[in-house]
T-cell receptor
Framework: GESVGLHLPTLSVQEGDNSIINCAYSNSASDYFIWYKQESGKGPQFIIDIRSNMDKRQGQRVTVLLNKTVKHLSLQIAATQPGDSAVYFCAENAGGTSYGKLTFGQGTILTVHP | SAVISQKPSRDICQRGTSLTIQCQVDSQVTMMFWYRQQPGQSLTLIATANQGSEATYESGFVIDKFPISRPNLTFSTLTVSNMSPEDSSIYLC???????????FGPGTRLTVL
């Protein structure tokens, strides 16, 4: 079946650095993408989303980039803080008959060192 | 976003028994989703629950093992039946936010089966 995967399972950065978390997806029909942050013992928390008619979207300290040509999604976190340490998941929604169904990537563990 | 609560937050159960997990939302929602997150892994969609209709299960999940109820627009239950240690996971419910495709997650139910 279609799947979403990540290039790097772990990422360690120093406080204040910028972080980039990558995600590859395989379903060319996917039209909606979401990044989630999951802290230990908690459910996934929405960070930012992007639709397939866009290639970039910015939030507070976060930017999501979408490259449909190579089916690649990335999350950039500016000035990473220790509180950003968590597991980050990308998820895709193919829409159509798959409306509402999210397919999740494997996750990247981000560790921020003070 | 929607505020979602789950009960119980965690449980330890004996094999062969069943556990019913509750999901309560603070607003009326059409679609509710149940996910499983096995230890150290990503999220996998179990089923989609719409009020007034049978739940729709994903490949690999069956109603006899994971019966779902959706009695109204703010509540759903997932039962994990005849449990085995392989059912030890975090079970999460999610809903779409009002007027959006974005899914918001509950805090999860951490199940350990001995």
């Amino acid at each position: 079946g279609e799947s979403v995967g990540l290039h790097l399972p772990t990422l360690s950065v120093q406080e204040g650095d910028n972080s980039i978390i990558n995600c590859a997806y395989s379903n060319s029909a996917s039209d909606y993408f979401i990044w989630y942050k999951q802290e230990s013992g908690k459910g996934p928390q929405f960070i930012i989303d992007i639709r397939s008619n866009m290639d970039k979207r910015q939030g507070q300290r976060v930017t999501v980039l979408l490259n449909k040509t190579v089916k690649h999604l990335s999350l950039q976190i500016a000035a990473t803080q220790p509180g950003d340490s968590a597991v980050y998941f990308c998820a895709e929604n193919a829409g159509g008959t798959s409306y509402g169904k999210l397919t999740f990537g494997q996750g990247t563990i981000l560790t921020v060192h003070p | 976003s929607a505020v979602i609560s789950q009960k119980p937050s965690r449980d330890i159960c004996q094999r062969g028994t069943s556990l019913t997990i509750q999901c309560q939302v603070d607003s009326q929602v059409t679609m509710m989703f149940w996910y499983r997150q096995q230890p150290g892994q990503s999220l996998t969609l179990i089923a989609t629950a719409n009020q007034g209709s049978e739940a729709t299960y994903e490949s690999g999940f069956v109603i006899d093992k994971f019966p779902i109820s959706r009695p109204n627009l703010t509540f759903s239950t997932l039962t994990v039946s005849n449990m085995s240690p392989e059912d030890s996971s975090i079970y999460l419910c999610s809903v779409e936010g009002p007027g959006t495709d974005t899914q918001y997650f509950g805090p999860g139910t951490r199940l350990t089966v001995l």
